[in-house]
């Protein structure tokens, strides 16, 4: 299997809120990553055609590479997206319809902490026309795999026919908040109409990969050049698909249980 690096953003910012800064990467810092991948040789392609080659469509060029960002905060308008315009790079973001700022209502309350600076569901329509892939990350950024079946299909079916209304057309591509997902979850996931969905697991993905699954790297504060570096070489991760562990299963069932109990774990990501 060929490594394909699908690498994960948040927020790109020189001044992020403390809740996500460890999750955060500067401007400077995502301008060196940006240079990094232009030199190692790799090509960012469009999520879209990972997906394609996943599900047995035409394959994709040598040394691929795919751009996504979660959440949706507005530094993806005000800073991310110049830099990519600059190399003409394609990227998918998933944002979280109930953080978004401009709708009747405002955002729903507690989605994240009141200091987030999000985009607005106005400059989610620009980045739209402008070429930014638009995909879904739920209504609240729940953890999927530990809600009712009932809650978890609001979320996800809800998420899209949200996106769909404003942006007036298909969206098809989801992101599991916190990476967290579950068979159960996946089944969902397809029967609301998503075609693809991307979890974390800190690996490459591949041609070979879970369409409903794709492993990600996420580039974090503290990710530093050599890591970052070999990550573009395509070392220092393992290549999906691989076995889902017991330590992944045994950490579900402990956030199920605290769920159960009112109490959640509070995932940050």
Not at 6 to 30: E, M
Not at 125 to 152: F, M, N, S
Not at 220 to 247: N, S, Y
Request: proline share 9%; glycine share 8%; hydrophobic share 40%.
């Amino acid at each position: 299997m060929t490594a394909v690096p699908v690498f994960l953003y948040h927020s790109v910012a020189s001044d992020p809120a403390p809740w996500i800064a460890p999750f955060t990467v500067g401007p400077r810092a995502f301008a060196e990553q940006l240079e990094t991948i232009a030199d190692s040789g790799l090509r960012i392609v469009p999520l879209h055609r990972l997906v394609a080659a996943q599900r047995g469509g035409p394959p994709l060029p040598d040394r691929a590479a795919v751009l996504t960002f979660d959440d949706g905060f507005a530094d993806f308008h005000s800073t991310v997206l110049p830099l990519l315009a600059r190399r003409d790079l394609p990227a998918t973001l998933y944002v979280t319809t109930g953080a978004l700022r401009g709708r009747a209502g405002g955002p729903t309350e507690g989605v994240f902490p009141p200091e987030s600076r999000m985009l607005s569901w106005r400059q989610l329509v620009v980045l739209d026309a402008y070429g930014i892939e638009i995909g879904g990350h739920t209504r609240t950024h729940p953890q999927l795999d530990t809600l009712p079946a009932d809650r978890a299909w609001d979320e996800v079916a809800g998420c899209g026919r949200e996106l769909e209304d404003v942006l007036g057309h298909p969206v098809t591509s989801f992101a599991y908040p916190h990476g967290y997902s579950s068979p159960a979850v996946r089944d969902q996931v397809r029967a609301a109409g998503w075609t693809s969905a991307t979890a974390v697991r800190d690996a490459f993905s591949s041609a070979d990969d879970d369409p409903l699954r794709i492993a990600r790297l996420m580039v974090r504060a503290d990710t530093d050049r050599e890591r970052f570096r070999q990550w573009t070489t395509g070392a220092a991760a393992p290549v999906a698909p691989f076995p889902e562990g017991p330590r992944t299963r045994g950490w579900r069932a402990y956030r199920r249980m605290r769920a159960r109990l009112n109490m959640p774990y509070k995932a940050v990501a």
